[in-house]
């Protein structure tokens, strides 16, 4: 069983923003030759060592300790990041903003057969690899294929699709259906809930919020990235996890895939696929004026859809809203795992996706305290280039099962797409949606405070002049009885 089928991707609809131009991009990078980025374009913190205290200032210029928790990927941890005060602003933000059900995109490949009812029983004890009568995302993966034709509620077409918004609705649904199919008195089973949490984005671009901006502010200088690049990724992501919630092993950032977009700079690929249009439009018209057939144009449509799009997350910075009575640690379960390599997923004695079984199997197991932050790459720096190279194998990670009280997590990701030349080319488009959409903006704004004086100033006049409408009326009562008087 290949264990690509289980990379579980978490996603929402973005909100990206890149605001400088090709002379701007490293401007604002505050390294220099002395600094542990060795010379990359990106900058990456050298880890040292396990242990190893680095000092890092925020954007007040207060010094904080960073401590390496794991070489490979780098992973570090600042305690005190966010003050109490800024951990409940957020997460008050959060709740005014409502919450809704986490997500994640689930990778599907071809099953190895396809079932019926008959074999559901056969199929689910060959999915069952590690015997544990668990279903975890890779077994689970390959279920939904294998059944998918019985399944009523599942509209998609199995025999093309290759990714599938997998939400926690969906597989409550696929634990009842399947626990009916096969007639079992054995409740020990289940499909895995890969993600049980809800969520929230705050955008810290638009917000006109102190704290939000405060907390941008504090990522780039931990980060040493050029600014813009950190205002424009992701909007900050808060989640919340209950008793039992949990999000199983997965990756933050995808593979470099040539044949992929990068989400954030997917505008690009569609600009350029409209100029294409354009052009190949323009010749086939010219074409066809020669032609007395109009309906043998050919169309070149690109339609975007997230089977063809990527996560790029060159680092994640996590922090910690709340403390957990017990549980809710995040888990690196292959961190540091010396010549460890995604293919060897395979190899592990027992299923590291399954934190709600394995949490502790893990070579890394960071417990949660508010104010904290950890922080770790997702991706390497290419050697040659200097720019963001392959992903980290060892970055799998995920939130262990929360047993006691309530865990809240905030997430910021940096977006960096692996084409520089792209990067720049989206950095130019952002920057021109951004003018525009401020110009909206303050036409908006202006509108408002027009209205706004407007109302101000009738309600002024209704107060110092309060006779007047009163005595407009007793004119008007009296013009109508005499008109009555006369009609009469």
């Not at 200032?57 to 401590?67: F, K, S």
């Not at 392959?390 to 910021?412: F, M, P, Q, Y």
Request: charge should be negative; hydrophobic fraction near 35%.
């Amino acid at each position: 069983m290949s264990p690509s089928i289980s990379l579980l991707i978490s996603i929402s609809l973005l909100s990206f923003h890149l605001s400088f131009a090709e002379d701007e991009l490293f401007e604002s990078n505050n390294c220099n030759a002395d600094d542990e980025s060795h010379g990359s374009l990106l900058f990456q913190y050298n880890p040292v060592g396990k242990g190893v205290v680095h000092y890092v200032t925020d954007e007040a210029g207060r010094e904080m300790e960073m401590v390496t928790l794991a070489m490979d990927p780098p992973i570090f941890e600042i305690l005190n990041f966010l003050t109490d005060e800024e951990c409940d602003h957020v997460v008050d933000l959060a709740l005014q903003n409502g919450l809704e059900p986490s997500g994640v995109v689930m990778e599907l490949l071809p099953s190895l057969s396809s079932g019926n009812e008959d074999e559901i029983q056969e199929i689910f004890s060959q999915l069952d690899v590690d015997e544990d009568t668990f279903l975890n995302p890779t077994e689970c993966a390959d279920g939904l294929m294998d059944i998918a034709e019985d399944i009523p509620f599942l509209t998609v077409d199995i025999d093309t699709v290759d990714l599938l918004i997998w939400t926690a609705d969906m597989e409550k649904s696929v634990n009842e259906w399947v626990k009916k199919k096969i007639a079992s008195n054995d409740t020990s089973f289940q499909f895995s809930n890969t993600r049980v949490s809800d969520q929230a984005w705050l955008d810290q671009t638009w917000e006109e919020d102190e704290i939000l901006q405060r907390l941008h502010e504090r990522v780039i200088k931990l980060t040493q990235l050029p600014r813009d690049i950190v205002i424009s990724s992701e909007s900050l992501q808060v989640v919340r996890y209950k008793p039992g919630g949990h999000y199983h092993a997965h990756f933050d950032s995808c593979e470099l895939d040539d044949t992929l977009v990068c989400s954030h700079s997917q505008a690009i690929s569609l600009e350029d696929d409209d100029v294409a249009d354009e052009n190949d439009e323009e010749e086939e018209n010219e074409e066809e004026e020669e032609e007395e057939d109009d309906d043998e144009m050919e169309e070149n449509v690109s339609d975007f859809d997230s089977r063809t799009s990527r996560l790029c997350r060159y680092a994640t910075v996590l922090f910690y809203l709340s403390d957990v009575e017990d549980g809710g640690e995040t888990a690196f379960p292959v961190a540091d795992n010396g010549s460890f390599s995604y293919e060897g997923l395979e190899e592990m004695p027992y299923d590291v996706y399954d934190l709600s079984n394995h949490c502790y199997d893990g070579n890394l197991v960071v417990k949660p305290k508010k104010g904290k932050a950890i922080f770790w790459y997702n991706h390497m720096v290419n050697e040659t280039t200097g720019w963001m190279g392959d992903v980290h194998d060892a970055s799998l990670h995920g939130g262990c099962d929360v047993r006691k009280g309530e865990k809240w997590i905030a997430n910021n990701w940096i977006n960096i797409d692996d084409s520089l030349k792209k990067q720049v080319k989206y950095q130019e488009h952002f920057k021109r949606e951004l003018e525009i959409g401020k110009e909206e903006e303050a036409k908006r704004r202006l509108a408002d405070t027009q209205e706004e004086d407007n109302e101000d100033e009738h309600s002024q006049l209704e107060s110092k002049f309060p006779e007047t409408g009163e005595s407009q009326e007793a004119e008007e009562g009296e013009e109508a009885e005499e008109g009555t008087k006369d009609e009469l």
